[in-house]
């Protein structure tokens, strides 16, 4: 079994030589971009005169990662995908599932397959532009024929956990309190879905990451689901309300699903295959579900940095994401008015350069020296790396204000003294056990003050942070 590490070209071509025909050597081994949770891999391969490619996924390292509640792995990902291809989901031909004695790690090899799979590319390509018009509808096909998998008479029951709608609630806030970070808007949510659990419905395969970035889309439509690590059997519904999750819109936050389409495309697509109506409020809950599920999960990639599991850039980079969802858990359920600090621009420090400085310059090399020369990952982990310095910048300019104005409120609101994790920690026991409810004078604008304020920081171009920015009346 690998100890971690690269992929290993000689490994690879071994083990293809004895599970796809023809092979003669690997003629490369490219890892792609993204992937803060798996590995992804164009191999090219030349055989019989011929040039072919396949992709692989493997997990960070290639560490076997055990099974654990929502995260079944990536043999029953392999397996996954070949029964879905089964039941007429468009998906990559499965060729080769890794064993121990390969040596290469967890994971699996398939057919490569061309389309675009970048989310931001998928809802602004002018040569997408006539798939967008059918890919929510064909969204909502594609998720019937997933929710359709007989579970009763496949494997599949034996490799995926249950999970009803007020365990899968548990076991992401136990999580959160298991970093003992106090995120108050995070437990906020978390009562609101505690009190509008939906009843338990018919459990069927859920894939629990089907999301723009997550499809491959060509001019004809949806070419491949992919990224099925996190599946289980649960509420069908959590795919419908995952898929419009502000996140993944990309910008586009006008067009719910997926920044390329409506929700009514979507349940039509989805009601012309299933032959069942589509449960609004449901997929309502499971899209404020969705972005309190990726607040906390990113706060899991930033813990992986800070407990020395994975100590790159893109695991602590992304913790900082927690606030675009929780800005959006802001704008489904207390929109409000609202009042953005103004950073200080004053230019007092003696320091020759000083910090901001500093950080500018490092940032600029990264945009302008680095990334131009770069490629692959590397160009990938620059961006994340000139965003993540753009993030110190902002807060250098406008944190020491917005935590300062945090604390005078929660002094308020809770009436005692206190610094201000202190106060979040008190806010969010009281949160919990009921002794403030959601309705509490004060909370609310609270809330909604100190998530607006720092997604201002952490990422100002996120779409959320607009729409928060629109007075509304009324809360969730």
């Known amino acids: 079994m690998a100890s971690g590490g690269p992929l290993s070209k000689e490994l690879l071509e071994q083990g293809l030589k004895r599970h796809v025909a023809g092979v003669a050597r690997v003629v490369s081994c490219e890892r792609l971009s993204g992937g803060a949770n798996q590995e992804t891999y164009r191999i090219e391969v030349e055989g019989q005169g011929v040039v072919a490619q396949f992709a692989v996924r493997r997990s960070v390292g290639g560490l076997s990662v055990p099974a654990m509640p929502g995260y079944p792995g990536l043999r029953a990902e392999a397996l996954l995908m070949r029964t879905a291809r089964q039941a007429g989901v468009p998906e990559p031909e499965v060729h080769w599932i890794f064993e121990p004695e390969d040596g290469i790690g967890d994971g699996f090899l398939m057919e490569w397959l061309d389309g675009e799979t970048l989310g931001k590319r998928i809802v602004s390509s002018d040569d997408l532009a006539d798939a967008r018009t059918q890919l929510a509808f064909q969204c909502g096909e594609t998720l019937a024929r997933i929710h359709s998998i007989d579970i009763s008479n496949s494997d599949i029951a034996d490799v995926l956990d249950r999970i009803t709608p007020d365990l899968f609630l548990e076991q992401t806030w136990a999580r959160y309190r298991n970093f003992d970070v106090a995120q108050p808007m995070i437990d906020y949510t978390a009562v609101w879905l505690r009190e509008r659990l939906p009843s338990t419905p018919e459990l069927r395969v859920v894939h629990n990451d089907f999301r723009n970035g997550n499809i491959m889309v060509s001019p004809d439509g949806i070419v491949a ?8 059997i649960g509420d069908p519904m959590r795919d419908l309300g995952w898929l419009c999750t502000n996140s993944w819109r990309f910008g586009r936050s006008e067009l719910p699903v997926g920044g390329f389409g409506t929700y009514e495309d979507l349940f039509r ?19 404020v579900f969705g972005s309190f599920w990726w607040a906390v999960g990113c706060l899991e990639m930033a813990n992986a940095y800070r407990t020395g599991i994975d100590r790159g850039v893109e695991r602590a980079a992304i913790g900082r994401r927690t606030s675009e969802c929780q800005v959006d858990c802001v704008n489904l359920l207390i929109p409000g ?17 000083r910090s901001d400085e500093i950080i500018e310059s490092v940032a600029n090399f990264l945009r302008n020296d680095v990334m131009p020369t770069a490629r692959g990952r590397t160009k990938f982990l620059a961006r994340v790396a000139a965003n993540a310095l753009d993030i110190l910048g902002r807060d250098d300019a406008a944190g020491v204000l917005h935590r300062a104005a945090q604390c005078q409120r929660l002094r308020a609101l809770l009436d005692r003294e206190g610094d201000l994790a202190t106060l979040n920690a008190e806010l969010v026991r009281r949160l919990r056990d009921g002794s403030i409810p959601l309705d509490y004078p004060g909370l609310i604008e609270h809330l909604r003050q100190s998530v607006v304020n720092q997604v201002a920081i952490d990422q100002p171009k996120y779409s959320g942070l607009a729409t928060a920015l629109i007075e509304k009346k009324g809360s969730g």
């Open 225 to 232: 689901v992919l990224d099925w690590e996190l599946a289980h």
């Open 337 to 353: 008015p609202v009042e953005l600090i103004a950073p200080d621009t004053s230019t007092t420090s003696s320091d020759m350069p």
């Open 269 to 287: 697509g989805y009601e012309s295959v299933s032959g069942q109506p589509v449960d609004r409020d449901r997929v309502k809950f499971w899209e």
